[in-house]
């Protein structure tokens, strides 16, 4: 992973951190809003058997894809911070 390289030239570190925490607070509001979605069985049942297990397992894979963006927010946060 890319992590942007501080220097006269470029954005100020500050405002890198700014920016970078600013995505990362996004990204925790994007996972507890998407938590707190009414996810439930009887919403899915009516497409047949497999419905509900495809929703969850699409569900987990949705908090998966964030998860791995908090965390390389995280690390560039880290990096930057050095």
């Known amino acids: 992973m890319r992590v942007p390289t501080i220097h006269l030239n470029g954005t100020s570190k500050e405002q890198l951190l700014i920016d970078y925490e600013k995505a990362h607070r996004a990204v925790n509001t994007a ?14 049942y009516v497409q047949g058997s497999f ?32």
Do not use: C, G, P
Not at 32 to 43: C, G, P, S, W, Y
Not at 58 to 64: A, G, K, L, T, W
Not at 70 to 79: D, G, P
């Open 31 to 44: 996972m507890d809003t998407l938590n707190q979605i009414e996810f439930n069985a009887r919403d899915y």
């Open 51 to 82: 419905a509900w297990a495809e929703a969850v397992e699409e569900m987990r894979v949705r908090f998966s894809m964030l998860a791995q963006i908090k965390s390389e927010l995280e690390t560039i946060l880290e990096k930057l911070d050095e």
